[in-house]
């Protein structure tokens, strides 16, 4: 057998030329469209963090366009937010919120908002994370800014007090406000401060009516309406 000389195979795969690989249909998208793709999953998913894990995972077009302000700004935490909690550290949960907070996620500076105020107990700071939420037109967020105005016997935070076309919607948004301080705090938290608010002296005010309730007056709707809120914490 013939001798070969020592590194004759490696100089003659040096000189082989190498396949260039074929670019996929998504390599070949412009990362606009790749972003807008990402973009609409992660805002119309029911498992909005599960899904845009598993994009991530999958190729890096995907991973680098999950870093896109829009995709931050756009996810649907609304539908989601135990998601984010049961697969990160808390954290990690405050990381990803600041950051879709930071590109706008109204629903993102809303449970930063609440956080500080229920958990931190920064009024201050909450306030600020619930201002840049009803920026927005949050309703949950404009919510809890009318409850903080009653709590504190102010309306320096300036919040009409015709948020809602029913007290139905009002009384789902109190819901969903409600159990996102529970899921904040681990159901942690009484508000003290309900007996410094006092209901209206006319026994008609708050009565139900056949669809809605008839008050006096807006201050008593939501004298009325921060005695349900912490009578249901």
Known sequence: MEHQPKGRNGAVAK????????????????????VEIVSQLVSSSLQPFADLYNLKSSCKAFFEASKDKMVKQRIALERDILGLTWMATEDKCMTVLKSCGN??????????ALINIFKKDDINKGVEFLKKASSNDHKAALYMMKILCVR?????LCVDQRIFDDYDQLERCREKVLNAIRLVTWNNWKDNAVANVRRCKNSNCGIRGWDSR????EDCQWNHEYHEFCKAT
């Open 15 to 34: 000189r082989m030329k190498k396949k260039a690989k074929r670019p996929t249909l998504l390599n070949m998208l412009p990362e606009d469209a790749v």
């Open 214 to 217: 008839c008050f006096c007056s």
């Open 103 to 112: 590109a706008g996620n109204a629903e993102a500076n809303f449970m930063l």
């Open 152 to 156: 504190l016997q102010t309306n320096i």
